[in-house]
């Protein structure tokens, strides 16, 4: 979970909702947050903001923006619990949806191979 004053957010498994990614954090000055995450297992990116105050977010995942942003606020004292949850935002025919993203393990390429016509990556968002 990274938390950043007012602002929540954290990937969890699109199938409850509720379990989170093992979390690491790197060392200082940076303490960047890494996720550890499964191949194959598609999850929603959970946000919150607990102001009441508008909070605009935009997310992106592996340096790609997702192509939409969310306004997020508070709701009333005593109200459910003010989480969304944020994938891939498509719109057809008038109806909006939200699917999950699926982690994909990639092919390491060598630098012997023929084909080197993308970057080696471990890990791509989808």
């Known amino acids: 979970m990274v938390r950043a004053g007012q ?3 954290e990937l969890v498994r699109a199938d409850d909702k509720t379990q989170k990614f093992l979390e690491h954090i790197g060392p200082l000055p940076d303490r960047e947050h890494y996720i550890e995450v ?3 297992v598609e999850y929603f990116i959970r946000i919150k ?11 992106s995942v592996d340096g790609e923006e997702l192509g939409y942003h969310s306004l997020l606020k508070k709701k009333s004292q005593g109200s459910d619990d003010d ?15 939200m699917t999950a993203l699926r982690f994909h393990r990639t092919m390491i390429r060598r630098p ?7 970057p080696p990556q471990m890990w791509t968002g989808k």
């Open 7 to 9: 602002f929540l957010m």
């Open 38 to 40: 499964e191949p194959d």
């Open 49 to 59: 903001a607990d102001t009441p105050s508008i909070v605009l977010a935009y997310l």
């Open 83 to 97: 989480s969304q949850f944020k994938g891939i935002w498509t719109r057809s025919g008038g109806i909006t949806t």
């Open 112 to 118: 012997d191979d023929a084909n080197t016509d993308a």
